[in-house]
């Protein structure tokens, strides 16, 4: 049974440029939420997606953007990239029935813009 | 602003000893908390939850909730060198979303 999977691991882009990053959950869960983790703070939450739509979204411009397939996969895309978008992008899988609510993180995109 | 707050550390006990990590939480609105573990350049993993008032206990980790007092404490008896690591505490925010609100992490250095 695979855990969450993302790809690519690294990824090195310039200002100004455009970026995928992609998720795959768990088997049998349904909800993948993004999480953007700086140097030395805790995950912050970006956007959690369910039912292909996005359920909601924490404090990020609207440069980030996802998608969520029927296969229950995700995307996130950043446009316009900054020097502060470099951070680790944690893609975070759950299942929605899940009373307690937990969520398994993937292991993670590091991005770092120059 | 719903806000998670933890000790940054680094927290340092020896091997053998019970690391005691702690965590408040602002909103009392939360459901459940979440302890998770993360080892430097690896991604968060999943230790334990709790969302009863009182202890939970799993192997060598007690986590301890009390919602009165907004303050949620992870307890690692016979710690190990391979604890070492950044633990974040993090708050289940419900509703039309599930989102988790993480504090900043407390870095445990366990000496041999």
Redesign the interface.
Known sequence: DAGVTQSPTHLIKTRGQQVTLRCSPKSGHD?V?W?QQAL??????IF?YYEEEE??R?NFPDRFSGHQFPNYSSELNVNALLLGDSA?Y?C?S?F?GNL?????????TRLTVL | QKEVEQNSGPLSVPEGAIASLNCTYSDRGSQSFFWYRQYSGKSPELIMFIYSNGDKEDGRFTAQLNKASQYVSLLIRDSQPSDSATYLCAALYGGATNKLIFGTGTLLAVQP
């Open positions: 909800t939420s999480y030395g703070q805790g995950p912050q939450f959690q359920r909601q924490g680790l944690l975070a759950s929605l307690n609510n937990e969520q398994f993180f993937g292991p993670g």
